[in-house]
């Protein structure tokens, strides 16, 4: 590709490509004719549509599940699967030049296959298509219309040139990235979640703008695969929301890797030089440029409210927040809920799966399910992870919450030492004077699969106590989540009890 084309919107047309679209939005696919009145009529098939679709139709509800593009959403085709499947392979090439510190040697200079890595993800993105295929849908007992889907009035929706009638409806269109007013940056031509992963060259000089989750993560990824990676973040650190010492861990791990970070920096503008993008940054009252092939921009999203005729309906909304619901995820029109990226703050896969599930309860089963019950983790997937679930040390603060930390250092776990993955820590705030877990931070490589059993505990309210009394597998990274509750069991050896032992043992 030349630099200075605009990048492409479409991925290669390989047979795994094509898989997937036969799956997600076969091109002979004829639309149902729709009689009746749906039970729910869910639009938008991301991870939240389809989880509504498929828990109303197993209750045996008539279903209808319209979709504009892909079936699968940001999930299966430009957000979590995508960019798993590429920072996988970036770790194997991380780990391939530190083959010696493992006694292990790889002859000569690794080369990286970039069009290989990015067609082993569309394998996978075809390979995991399957499950939500229009067809296995269908066979589901859901109805699936592809079309751009648009309120008729308050109980019904449009959908090419069919009107489908409803007792209930379900929003859950999802988000699309936030793009920054640059000046020149449109012009440049950018890259954003929606094509990076359409690239089959690898830029040669990346400006990622953004420190969040996909910032970092990408950032990381194409780093190892070989980018001079340049970060710019307007924040004094990665990760905002995340707790300081577990931000700076990133922030280190980024520059080992050979990420050049510019940390209070803002990008003010953008202008082609011949094939080069010269961008102009502004840190500290100082000004300087970098000259890049490629600007990844990862700053945040933004709900799918527009072209839906959500006033027709009666529905509030706004750019910004997106649908506005209630506890129960009821908008202004209580017949309708909306679900995922388009409603919810916590942008995340399982948040909007969980919140399709509480809708399914409350608008078919009379149900009074509440979305601030839910306990939702989450995990950004560089190298280490940073996993949170519940609530961080300042929130506790703010609500006068009085908090007492357990804190366990990854370089204390025998397997982490083993497996040469020591940076990183297990933090478990509890209410200080009880073991009731209010929130827990993990940074470590697996950092995703060792907050799920933080929050079974936290939903489940099993207090660090329970926890030092199960029994982990020896030697595993998520023993330090039980050495952190036998440190909290040594808090409650207070110097009376303490002073009895010894005196019992002494006799
Ligand atoms: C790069 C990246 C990486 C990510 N990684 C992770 C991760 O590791 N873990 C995680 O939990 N989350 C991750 N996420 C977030 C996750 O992808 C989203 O939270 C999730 O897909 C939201 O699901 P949803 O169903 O609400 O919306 P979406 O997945 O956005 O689906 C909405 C669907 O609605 C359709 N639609 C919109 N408007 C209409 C209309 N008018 N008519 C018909 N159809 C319409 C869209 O085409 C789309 O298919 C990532 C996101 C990105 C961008």
């Known amino acids: 590709m030349q630099h200075n084309e605009m990048p492409p919107n479409e991925p290669p047309d390989d047979r795994f490509h094509r898989a997937l679209v036969d799956d997600v939005h076969p091109s002979a696919w004829r639309n149902p004719k729709s009689t009746g009145k749906y039970n729910l009529v869910v ?16 209750l045996g509800a008539k279903v209808a599940l319209i979709e504009r593009n892909l079936i699968g959403g940001d999930r299966l085709n430009v957000g979590c699967v995508p960019s798993k499947a590429i920072i ?10 530190a083959a010696e510190n493992f006694g292990g040697q ?5 080369s990286i296959g970039f069009a290989m890595v990015m067609e082993r993800m569309r394998r996978i993105q075809a390979r995991l298509s399957r499950a939500d295929s229009a067809r296995r849908l269908s066979e589901a007992g859901i109805d699936v219309y592809f079309g751009e889907a648009r309120f008729a009035g308050s109980a019904t929706v449009a959908v090419a040139g069919d009107i489908l009638r409803f007792k209930k409806a379900l929003i859950a269109t999802g988000a699309r990235p936030l793009t920054p007013p640059i000046p020149g940056l449109a012009e440049a031509g950018y890259l954003t979640n929606e094509n990076v992963f359409n690239l089959t060259e690898c830029p040669r000089r990346l400006l990622v703008i953004g420190g969040g989750p996909l910032g970092c993560e990408l950032a990381q990824a194409f780093c190892r695969f070989g980018s001079h990676v340049i970060i710019a973040q307007d924040d004094p650190t990665f990760l905002p929301k995340e707790e300081r010492d577990a931000a700076q861990i990133l922030s280190d791990a980024l520059a080992r890797d050979g990420v050049e970070i510019h940390l209070n920096t803002t990008v003010v503008a953008v202008r082609m030089e011949g094939a080069q993008k010269i961008v102009d940054l502004e840190s500290g009252g100082g000004k300087f440029s970098v000259s890049v092939d490629e600007i990844l921009v990862g700053i945040g999203r933004v709900p799918n409210v527009e072209n839906m005729s959500l006033e027709t309906a009666g529905i509030r909304y706004d750019t910004e927040a997106g649908i506005h619901v209630n506890d129960f995820l009821q908008t202004s029109n209580k017949r309708i809920y909306a679900a995922g990226d388009v409603c919810l703050e916590h942008k995340f896969t399982h948040a909007a799966e969980a919140s399709s599930r509480i809708v399914v309860r409350n608008a078919l089963l009379l149900g009074r399910k509440r979305l601030s019950a839910l306990t939702i983790p989450w995990c950004t997937y560089t190298d280490p992870e940073i996993a949170h679930v519940g609530l961080y040390v300042r929130e506790a603060r703010e609500n006068a919450i009085p908090v007492k930390t357990f804190t366990v250092l990854m370089h204390d776990v025998d397997r982490a030492v083993t497996d040469g993955e020591e940076g990183g820590f297990v933090k478990i705030h509890v209410r200080d004077g009880t073991d009731r877990i209010l929130g827990a931070t993990v ?3 697996h950092a995703g699969e060792m907050i799920n059993g933080l929050s079974l505990a936290i939903s489940s309210g099993i207090g660090l106590r329970a926890v030092a009394r199960v029994i982990h597998t020896y030697p595993t990274q998520a023993e330090a989540i039980k050495m952190a ?3 909290y069991n040594r808090t409650r050896l207070t110097p009376t009890l303490k002073s009895l032992v010894t005196r019992w043992l002494a006799f």
């Open 43 to 58: 639009i938008g098939a991301g991870p939240g549509g389809i989880t509504a679709a498929r828990e109303a139709a197993a």
């Open 88 to 97: 996988r392979t970036a770790r194997l090439y991380a780990e391939m030049r």
């Open 106 to 110: 790889v002859p000569g200079n690794i």
């Open 443 to 445: 940074v470590a490589r």
């Open 485 to 487: 509750a036998d440190a």
